[in-house]
């Protein structure tokens, strides 16, 4: 179910602050772990290889899946904006 919806939040983590990054729309600290946002048109291999051209240490890099919660706002949400078009 999820793996339709997957892609567009990266869950890293590294010992430093990170600096803005290309393809990066927002950046959320939680429980020890950056949530990084991408933005359209980024892909989770580009933020990586980001992350090495700035020599930044990974020490866990991950494509988030998403909640089933987050699956059915998307899913409501999407339906929604079709019957009203």
Not at 22 to 46: C, D, F, H, I, Y
Request: aromatic fraction near 4%; charge should be negative; proline fraction near 8%.
């Amino acid at each position: 179910i999820r793996r339709p919806y997957m892609g567009n939040t990266l869950l890293v983590r590294t010992p430093v602050e990170l600096p803005a990054l290309p393809g990066v729309s927002a950046t959320r600290m939680k429980n020890g772990t950056w949530q990084l946002t991408l933005e359209g048109g980024a892909t989770p291999q580009s933020v990586l290889e980001s992350l090495v051209a700035e020599r930044i240490p990974v020490e866990h890099f991950e494509i988030a899946a998403p909640s089933l919660d987050e699956i059915f706002i998307r899913v409501v949400t999407n339906h929604e904006s079709r019957e009203s078009a």
